[in-house]
């Protein structure tokens, strides 16, 4: 079955005015993790996650187009992602990092025990969000009026897997095997998007998603 999403107006100078939030967008690049109690600098080239500009490309695009999309952007804390479920959001969009956390799986842990998003705490460390966590932070309620979630971080699969299980009709994530490339990324979600607000279902949105990447890494999704 197909789901269409029509197209909303947009505020944005005020977008709580709005009746309906079509797209919920969380965002997490933590600098540093939390290691024996003090804090140590992560990896700068595994946070370059531009979620700026990918929002910026997105808006000009929409603006291009003539078509509007209420969008409220905030920080992916487990705390900001049951407050952003709560506004009952259409769409939700996370970027962030997913991986696999090598000490649990040297210690015997499966994969799918090890695997994490990259969300970040209240002090802006990286916080490991487990499926286990995930599956518990998602209130089946909250998410009855959300028909479509993109989780656009690494080998996302098993996360999409834990929204697909707590009802939501449409999922979209990178396959359990691929590393995401950012730029790829945010070029499928613009033109999917685009494809949403003109009135195509999902099904056919993400098949426009994918013609975009025809020249660069169609096999993502």
Same mark, same amino acid.
């Given at each position: 079955?197909?789901?269409?999403?029509?197209?909303?107006?947009?505020?944005?100078?005020?977008?709580?005015?709005?009746?309906?939030?079509?797209?919920?967008?969380?965002?997490?690049?933590?600098?540093?993790?939390?290691?024996?109690?003090?804090?140590?600098?992560?990896?700068?080239?595994?946070?370059?996650?531009?979620?700026?500009?990918?929002?910026?490309?997105?808006?000009?695009?929409?603006?291009?187009?003539?078509?509007?999309?209420?969008?409220?952007?905030?920080?992916?804390?487990?705390?900001?992602?049951?407050? $952003?479920?709560?506004?009952?959001?259409?769409?939700?969009?996370?970027?962030?990092?997913?991986?696999?956390?090598?000490?649990?799986?040297?210690?015997?842990?499966?994969?799918?025990?090890?695997?994490?998003?990259?969300?970040?705490?209240?002090?802006?460390?990286?916080?490991?969000?487990?499926?286990?966590?995930?599956?518990?932070?998602?209130?089946?309620?909250?998410?009855?009026?959300?028909?479509?979630?993109?989780?656009?971080?690494?080998?996302?699969?098993?996360?999409?897997?834990?929204?697909?299980? $707590?009802?939501?009709?449409?999922?979209?994530?990178?396959?359990?095997?691929?590393?995401?490339?950012?730029?790829?990324?945010?070029?499928?979600?613009?033109?999917?998007?685009?494809?949403?607000?003109?009135?195509?279902?999902?099904?056919?949105?993400?098949?426009?998603?994918?013609?975009?990447?025809?020249?660069?890494?169609?096999? $993502?999704?």
């Amino acid at each position: 079955d197909n789901a269409t999403i029509g197209a909303g107006s947009v505020n944005s100078s005020a977008p709580d005015a709005l009746d309906t939030l079509e797209l919920g967008l969380l965002h997490a690049a933590p600098l540093v993790w939390r290691q024996g109690g003090m804090l140590a600098p992560l990896d700068h080239a595994s946070v370059t996650l531009d979620f700026k500009g990918e929002v910026k490309a997105l808006v000009d695009m929409l603006h291009r187009a003539q078509k509007g999309l209420s969008m409220r952007f905030d920080v992916a804390t487990t705390e900001k992602l049951s407050e $952003m479920l709560s506004l009952r959001p259409t769409i939700l969009h996370l970027v962030c990092h997913a991986e696999y956390d090598l000490r649990k799986i040297s210690l015997g842990a499966s994969r799918q025990e090890a695997f994490f998003l990259g969300f970040e705490d209240p002090d802006g460390a990286l916080d490991q969000l487990s499926l286990q966590r995930l599956r518990a932070s998602l209130a089946r309620g909250l998410l009855v009026s959300t028909k479509l979630v993109f989780v656009s971080a690494c080998h996302s699969q098993p996360a999409a897997e834990v929204f697909a299980a $707590m009802g939501v009709r449409h999922v979209v994530a990178i396959r359990k095997e691929v590393k995401v490339i950012d730029e790829a990324a945010a070029l499928f979600a613009r033109h999917l998007y685009l494809a949403l607000v003109q009135g195509l279902s999902v099904r056919d949105a993400f098949q426009v998603g994918r013609a975009a990447l025809a020249g660069g890494a169609p096999s $993502m999704f």
